[in-house]
Structures are given as C-alpha cells and as structure tokens.
C-alpha cells in the first residue's frame, strides 16, 4: 500500500521560511516524478514545484520561482520543499503527490498518488 506522508507545516510570519518534507512507501518509485501542490480555503488545488525521477529537471509555478527549492532523495524516497519569504497568501494546505509519465500543471487525483496534506499558515 503506497503512503506518502508529509510533514513540516506550521504557523510562521510573512517573510520567513519552511521546510515541508514527503516520506513516500509502500513500493518502488523508480522513474516516478514528484510534486507539492497546494490548496487554499476556496481555491483550486495547484501545482507548486515539481521535480523528475532523476532530479535534473524541476519546475516551479512562477509565483515561487526564486523563493521555494524542490530536492528528493531516491535513496530514502523523500522530497522535500523549502520555502523562503513566504507570503499570507500562501497559507494552504500543502500536498505532496507522485506518479508517472510527465509533470502536469492540473492535479491528478485519481491516477497519482497523494498525501494527507500539511497546513501551512503565513501570517502578515
């Protein structure tokens, strides 16, 4: 049974920073791309960053490209995001998320895999 447990949110002031991680189990992720998205009260589900199996190719929503860094370690099957200067209106809740074949900008619920989600709270 596939898990991916996340971790890392919390409640921090606008301008600092977090490091949200995703633990995933329960198979091999050989050539499985992997990604945070992120949800606000109201919103869409969307794409935050995302990164390939082999770690060289990422991409990140041009609203946190410069401030969030996406990084996994296949050894120990995590990827993590850290998060600089964060902004109120980042508060959401934040889902880490896994499958094959290429990134995409919409969520696939029903063909990856996903996590719980971790709250992440900015406060101005």
């Known amino acids: 049974q596939v898990q991916l447990v996340e971790s890392g949110g919390g409640l921090v002031q606008a301008g600092g920073s977090l490091r949200l991680s995703c633990a995933a189990s329960?198979?091999?992720?050989?050539?499985?791309?992997m990604a945070w998205f992120r949800q606000a009260t109201g919103k869409e589900r969307e794409l935050v960053a995302a990164?390939?199996?082999?770690?060289?190719?990422?991409y990140y929503a041009d609203s946190v490209k410069g401030r969030f860094t996406i990084s996994r370690d296949n050894a120990k099957n995590t990827v993590d995001l850290q998060m600089n200067s964060l902004k109120p209106e980042e508060t959401a809740v934040y889902y880490c998320a896994t499958g094959r074949g290429p990134f995409y900008t919409t969520p696939r619920l029903n063909d990856d895999y996903w996590g719980q989600g971790t709250q992440v709270t900015v406060s101005s």
């Open positions: 329960g198979r091999t992720f050989s050539g499985y791309r």
């Open positions: 990164i390939n199996w082999i770690g060289g190719v990422t």
